[in-house]
């Protein structure tokens, strides 16, 4: 049995696709297999995953959704999930690309530290490839040290201002991914912007996770992305909504008690949505109220307060 299970999930990915799987093919760490996950396909990306399956037998296994259906992202992970045979889990999505050593990097500091139950590392938001220029990106508050929960909840986007992981980058061990309940199947349509947040919420709740300033993964950066969509459409803060208040009720329905810290921050990124016009106020300088300084100052805390 392959100790890594990687999984690569595509729809319609032909354009870039053979790039992230021949980067996978590539690592220098080779106990792994290679799971091909269709979320419906309906270009030339479905026969190139069976092509792959055909000439890496053993390694590349082609999975799809009964009747070739398209589910979403967090539904095709899923099945990836049910079907992987590994102790840990590796994600790169169809347009991204993997260094040569990530796989043998990340394992290692999964073994070196056996609670840990994902490892991610600085990312490389990768725009070389059209002509533009590479930004390499931090993830998380700290670098190369164990976060415990729920500091990374508090400190990452979307509830604080660190960078939160590329789905791409991160490896996890299968046996907490399914412990969690795998990926919020109810993301979906431009809700899956939010995908990796949903599961990515439950982790940080519930076990340490890693953030490497190893640079492992070039997250291509391109029109068609998800994200680049639902920005393009206007659509970023219903979205954000819509995953805060799923947290909400996650959070809600925890037996255990969870962090007070976290129901905090929980209603401050709520309160623009709840409280519109106060929160409105809030943000106005000083200047434009017209007031004194001490006054704006005292309203602001009470608006805070509400």
């Known amino acids: 049995m392959p100790r890594v299970s990687v999984i690569t999930i595509f729809y319609n990915g032909e354009r870039y696709f053979a790039e992230a799987i021949e980067s996978v093919l590539r690592q220098s760490y080779r106990d792994f297999e290679l799971l091909l996950v269709d979320d419906g396909s309906s270009d030339g990306s479905t026969e190139m995953a069976r092509r792959y399956e055909q000439r890496h037998p053993?390694?590349?296994?082609?999975?799809?959704?009964?009747?070739?259906?398209?589910?979403?992202?967090?539904?095709?992970?899923?099945?990836?999930?049910?079907?992987?045979?590994?102790?840990?889990?590796?994600?790169?999505?169809?347009?991204?690309?993997?260094?040569?050593?990530?796989l043998a990097e990340q394992l290692e500091i999964m073994e070196r530290h056996p609670e840990v139950a994902a490892v991610c590392g600085s990312v490389c938001y990768w725009r070389s490839w059209a002509g533009g220029t590479d930004v390499d990106i931090p993830t998380g508050h700290v670098r190369d040290r164990l976060v415990p929960p729920p500091e990374a909840s508090l400190a990452l986007y979307p509830l604080g201002k660190a960078a939160a992981p590329c789905p791409s980058?991160?490896?996890?061990?299968?046996?907490?991914?399914?412990?969690?309940?795998?990926?919020?199947?109810?993301?979906?349509?431009?809700?899956?912007?939010?995908?990796?947040?949903?599961?990515?919420?439950?982790?940080?709740?519930?076990?340490?996770?890693?953030?490497?300033?190893?640079?492992?993964?070039?997250?291509?950066?391109?029109?068609?992305?998800?994200?680049?969509?639902?920005?393009?459409?206007?659509?970023?803060?219903?979205?954000?909504?819509?995953?805060?208040?799923?947290?909400?009720?996650?959070?809600?329905?925890?037996?255990?008690?969870?962090?007070?810290?976290?129901?905090?921050?929980?209603?401050?990124?709520?309160?623009?949505?709840r409280h519109p016009r106060l929160h409105a106020v809030s943000q106005l300088p000083t200047r434009v109220l017209n007031l004194p300084g001490r006054v704006v100052r005292k309203l602001r805390r009470s608006l805070a307060l509400s």
Request: without cysteine; charged residues 25%.
């Open 58 to 102: 053993g390694r590349v296994r082609y999975l799809e959704h009964p009747g070739h259906a398209n589910r979403g992202m967090s539904a095709t992970r899923n099945l990836g999930l049910a079907n992987a045979l590994g102790e840990f889990v590796a994600f790169i999505d169809a347009d991204d690309r993997w260094h040569p050593d990530k």
């Open 169 to 273: 980058d991160l490896m996890l061990r299968r046996d907490v991914v399914v412990t969690l309940g795998g990926f919020e199947e109810h993301f979906t349509g431009p809700r899956q912007m939010y995908e990796d947040q949903g599961f990515l919420a439950k982790l940080y709740l519930a076990a340490p996770v890693y953030f490497a300033s190893n640079v492992w993964l070039d997250y291509r950066q391109h029109d068609d992305s998800v994200v680049s969509t639902v920005k393009r459409d206007g659509g970023v803060a219903e979205v954000r909504h819509y995953f805060l208040r799923w947290l909400e009720s996650y959070l809600a329905g925890r037996s255990e008690t969870a962090d007070a810290r976290v129901h905090s921050a929980l209603a401050r990124a709520l309160r623009p949505y």
